[in-house]
């Protein structure tokens, strides 16, 4: 589904290069549920956004479903993202002006769908993540957990085929965690969305099929299970 | 999409109502000055433009140089028409017409005895080429009966009020007098609905001057030598006429009819049509009804003005709030939204904000019409509002101002990079700085603005005060000012008159002569010619007529030799000391006894004394040489100067006084309305302009001034709430209030002296400029910049104190447990 060559990014810092992501290379298959683990400031955050194009390296090849990512120009690439990438943050980002219905309608307004086709998906949405009841509800009178949900639900809308989710629980409390790694489980497997979330706790990291490990910016270890 | 947008749009709005407040405030103050400068802008300038070939006709006018001195006339000799028609060629119509001097019209009524109509205005004399080249169109008759002699052509509207029960084919034939021209009705058109100079409503045959004396005698039409402008003729060019080759052969004619004295010139020229409502030089036919075009333009300057200054309000508050706004432009753009959309979606915001100023204006804008009924021409009313022209304008403007004010926030919004904002690092966004040195610039620019303003309107009124109260060399209240009726000059009537006044007791001195020391109309002028020994020394000498009380009404010092007697008639005059000192008299003593030898033609007139200098038209115009003296002609005695005894405490009697001079005047003058004039109510008239100006730059001042003050608030609030969390805790490392306030007003106060900087040498220029307009002029102070830039500090440093202060004063416990 992708794959990363030789990848890396530096931060000028006066005359030296602060590497943040050094020479890595990585391939990702369709279904796979990868984990990234490693210490604060090893770059996790990083790749994933170089990952989901929110962020650009400074060197390497990027290809993402057969496309040469680091040729195309800045409109293919965010119609490429907008086609298969949905993104859970650890601090939901939910829109503060907007309910939960909207903040989950609104990724479907940028990809044009008819009024009435969107109401039928966010019901649908509503309903398999059992928050009907909070859909006029703004983000700040829901729990974290269940802004988590609505920021899942969100990233899942528009039917994305990667999900990349930074640090998706670490914000929640372990019982409410576990709930988000059963639904990302049954994603990946029911579903075959293919998910890289970045986490600190082994026992979420374990819910994946391979686990990178981050050093420095260099992949220490990787496993798959 | 639009929907959702618009729907967030009003969220925000609602949760930034102050934000909200202070961006409508600002723009509707703004648009609704734009709009009415428009109504006034768009009505003086489709005046006569919809008359068919416009662009054709011309209004031929004459220019003389006489003796050094340069004039302009809007009338033409009477001979010159015809020679026109006959001579000049690339002409397709030529209409010359005159203007009678309010006659009394008079039109059958019941029973044999006439309704009579007192001193109509708007009658001309015109024949069949004038309804060629302006377009009416006829409701009853046909233009040829204006071929013949003693027929008349009536707009509907007149037609109506002399006869009211008529249809207007009954009118034709029915008989209409004007003074002693009898006149039979030969056709009705309509009167012209649309912006017009042209509101003449009776037009009598020109060729009745053939059948009667008096008229043959007004019109001239063999005399090269003679111009009035109540005589004045326009011509339709052929199509791809030279207007240059049309003046020549016009000029040519005057030349090969008349022999000017040597040194004079004359020559006509033609001035297009939509120039008519504009140039005060020749003026319109009614010249209240002129517009000046520099004051239009003035006025769209300030309108463009108080629209950037609200503009400015809308740039700077929206791109502070950016970094609260950044989280929101991340999410958006992690969900799929271009930066396109983005755009689209702050425009739309701007645009709602916009349109909810446009119609807060439309609202506005009536009570605004009432507020400056005296500058508003009468003919704008508060139905424009409904013409389509001025539903565009409005349309114009609210896309212009949505992206005048949303362009750049929303460039600026959308260009957040989205893992910026996800990690929080918005605020240390290197555009931060550029945005808040943009907010900056901008901010000066709204001080600059407003500070201009404030200067303008201070030497404006000073100027004013200065010339109103300024010693022009002669007393200024309690003279009272009568004329005998124009129409009416006899000299046995006006002594009966004048008797009467002296019977009056409120009345100290009276005096009869002509116009008022400093006039602003009708200065008689001749060349004079002094000869001492072999050096001769020829003067332009202004003339002005009265009695020996002349001087001792207006208390105009004699600076030597006697007053005038009533018998130096054609002897001898007073001259003033400016024109003594032109002579070469060391002393005005010295003049006394000389004589001037060509005066007048070749009069020899005796100077018997020497008066002060004293202005004789407004500041505008600087003294010059001029003499008093007697004479014996009615049109040169027909004003009553009196000098009032002062009023004492219960201050009635002067009214007294007046009611009764009213009732004289009726006795002495039955056909015609008693009017009277205070001495120094119309050297206040002197400044009428000015004193427009001067009450626009009030407005403009004050509009500007609140406007950036808004602003100004909006940003303090903005900053005291970013800056909560280091007031609490400077405050807890030990900061004093005061050095609170002080830490927060000290950019204020620099952006304003900024600002002063930048503005003073703009606006000691500008004034400089205005004032080159006096002749004699107030200076312009240091003070008026101090006062304005002081002024401008102690109001922004008041408006964001308040608000400093509050955060000053604030619990520092409070705003760091929040955290
Ligand atoms: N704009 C920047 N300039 C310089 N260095 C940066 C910048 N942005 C990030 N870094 C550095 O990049 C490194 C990796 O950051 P990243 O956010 O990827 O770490 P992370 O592994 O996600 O850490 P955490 O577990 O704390 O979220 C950090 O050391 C950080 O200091
Ligand atoms: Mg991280």
Redesign the interface.
């Known amino acids: 589904m992708l794959s990363l060559q030789h990848i890396s990014k530096y931060y000028q810092n006066g005359g030296n290069k602060n590497f943040v992501i050094n020479d890595i290379s990585l391939d990702i298959d369709e279904g796979e549920f990868v984990s990234i683990m490693g210490p604060s400031g090893s770059g996790k955050s990083t790749l994933l956004n170089i990952i989901g194009m929110l962020d650009e390296p400074t060197d390497g090849y990027h290809y993402f479903v057969n496309e040469a990512v680091h040729q195309l120009k800045d409109k293919q690439r965010s119609a490429l993202y907008k086609k298969y990438i949905g993104f859970v943050f650890q601090a939901y980002h939910l829109i503060d002006e907007l309910t939960v219905y909207e903040n989950i309608e609104t990724p479907l307004i940028y990809q044009d769908f008819k009024g009435a086709e969107r109401k039928a998906m966010v019901a649908d949405m509503l309903d398999r993540f059992q928050i009907v009841g909070k859909k006029d509800l703004f983000p700040a009178q829901l729990s974290g957990g269940q802004q988590q949900l609505v920021g899942i639900a969100r990233a899942l809308i528009a039917k994305p085929k990667l999900l990349l989710a930074d640090e998706p629980t670490g914000n929640l409390n372990s019982k409410q965690g576990e709930e988000i790694m059963e639904l990302f489980r049954k994603l990946n497997k029911e579903d075959g969305v293919t998910i890289i979330q970045v986490t600190h706790s082994e026992k979420n990291a374990e819910y994946g099929s391979r686990i990178i490990n981050l050093l420095d910016g260099r992949i220490e270890s990787s496993k798959k299970f | ?1 639009i929907r ?1 947008y618009f729907k ?1 749009a009003f ?2 709005f609602w ?1 930034h109502k102050l934000f909200t407040l202070i961006n409508v405030i600002g723009l509707s103050i703004g648009i609704s000055a734009a709009l009415v400068i428009y109504l006034i802008v768009h009505f003086d300038f489709t005046f006569d433009k919809f008359q068919p070939d416009g662009n054709r006709i011309y209004r031929v006018v004459t220019h003389y140089s006489y003796s050094g001195q340069t004039g302009y006339n809007s009338g033409v000799c009477g001979p010159l028409a015809g020679a026109v028609r006959s001579q000049v060629t690339g002409v397709e119509a030529t209409a010359p017409f005159y203007m009678l001097y309010q006659p009394n019209v008079f039109v059958p009524g019941k029973g044999n005895v006439p309704v009579k109509f007192k001193n109509e205005d708007n009658v001309i004399l015109a024949d069949q080429q004038y309804f060629k080249i302006f377009d009416y169109k006829w409701l009853a008759g046909s233009v040829s009966a204006l071929n013949t002699p003693n027929h008349v052509v009536l707009t509907s509207d007149q037609a109506k009020k002399y006869f009211p029960a008529l249809s207007y084919d009954q009118m034709i034939g029915k008989i209409v007098t004007y003074d002693t021209i009898k006149t039979a009705v030969a056709g009705i058109v309509e009167t012209i609905k649309q912006n017009t100079d042209f509101t003449f409503h009776d037009f009598i045959s020109y060729s009745t001057n053939a059948a009667n004396a008096t008229i043959k005698d007004q019109l001239q039409l063999t005399n090269w030598g003679s111009t009035t402008s109540q005589s004045q003729l326009f011509v339709k060019l052929s199509a791809k006429t030279n207007i240059a080759h049309v003046e020549k052969q016009m000029t040519a004619l005057l030349n090969k009819n008349f022999k000017e004295e040597k040194g004079n010139t004359g020559g006509f020229s033609l001035q297009p049509l939509n120039d008519l409502h504009f140039n005060e030089k020749y003026g319109a036919f009614d010249s209240e009804h002129q517009a000046n075009k520099t004051t239009l333009y003035g006025l769209l300057i300030i309108a463009a003005f108080l629209l950037i200054l609200g503009c400015i309000n809308f740039v700077n508050l929206t791109t502070a709030q950016a970094t609260q706004r950044a ?2 432009i ?3 753009k ?5 930066r396109k ?1 983005l755009v689209v979606q702050f425009l739309s915001e701007t645009f709602l904000i916009t349109l909810i100023a446009v119609i807060i204006s439309i609202g506005l804008a009536p009570i605004i019409l009432k507020l400056f009924t005296d500058f508003i021409p009468p003919g704008i009313k508060v139905s424009f509002l409904a013409q389509p022209h001025v539903i565009l304008f409005l349309l114009a403007l609210i896309i212009v101002m949505s992206l005048l004010s949303g362009f750049y926030p929303a460039i600026l919004l959308s260009g957040y990079k ?2 910026l904002v ?2 929080n690092q918005a605020s240390s966004n290197s555009s931060k700085t550029r945005n808040a040195y943009l907010r900056k610039s901008l901010t000066v620019t709204q001080f600059v603005i407003a500070q201009f303003f404030i200067m303008a309107t201070i030497l404006v009124s000073k100027q004013i005060y200065y010339a109103i109260n300024k010693d022009m060399g002669f007393k200024k209240d309690a003279i009272l000012i009568i004329n005998t009726p124009w129409k009416d000059r006899s000299t046995s009537k006006r002594d009966v008159f004048l008797n009467k006044l002296r019977s009056i007791p409120q009345v100290d001195q009276i005096s009869v002569g002509g116009n008022t020391p400093p006039s602003s109309n009708n200065t008689n002028s001749t060349e004079a010619t002094y000869k001492d020994g072999k050096k001769e020394t020829k003067i332009d000498l202004q003339e002005k007529f009265g009695d020996e009380n002349y001087i001792k009404v207006y208390n105009i010092k004699l600076l030597a030799g006697r007053n005038l007697r009533s018998t130096d008639t054609s002897k001898a005059f007073l001259i003033n000391a400016n024109y003594a000192r032109l002579l070469g008299f060391k002393s005005p003593n010295a003049a006394v006894g000389k004589q001037i030898d060509k005066f007048n033609g070749d009069k020899a007139m005796q100077i018997v004394g020497v008066v002060a200098d004293f202005n004789q038209g407004s500041l505008h115009t600087p003294i010059v040489p001029i003499a008093i003296l007697t004479s014996t002609s009615i049109y040169q005695n027909g004003t009553f100067h009196l000098a009032l005894k002062p009023e004492t405490a219960d201050g009635a009697e002067w009214k007294k006084a007046i009611a009764q001079m009213g009732a004289y005047y009726k006795q002495v003058y039955p056909e015609d309305d008693f009017d009277y004039q205070f001495f120094d109510a119309s050297i206040k008239k002197f400044y009428e302009s000015e004193q427009h100006t001067s009450t626009l730059l009030t407005w403009a001042t004050g509009l500007s001034i609140f406007i950036s003050c808004l602003g100004l608030l909006g940003l303090a609030i903005y900053t005291t709430n970013q800056r909560t969390k280091e007031i609490g805790v400077r405050k807890v490392l030990g900061a004093s209030v005061a050095q609170i306030v002080t830490l927060l007003s000290t950019e204020v106060i620099m952006l304003i002296l900024l600002a002063f900087v930048i503005v003073t040498p703009a606006a000691w220029w500008a004034m400089n400029k205005w004032m080159q307009s006096f002749a004699d002029r107030t200076s312009i102070s240091w003070w008026i910049f101090a006062a304005s830039g002081a002024g401008m500090l102690i109001l922004a440093v008041f408006t964001s104190g308040f608000q400093t202060v509050k955060a000053a004063i604030a619990n520092p416990v409070k705003s760091l447990r929040s955290e």
Do not use: A, H
């Not at chain 2, 992690?334 to 271009?338: A, E, F, I, K, V």
């Open positions: 999409m959702n967030i969220r925000g949760r989280k929101e991340g999410i958006r992690t969900m799929g939204s271009s959309q989205p893992v996800l990690k």
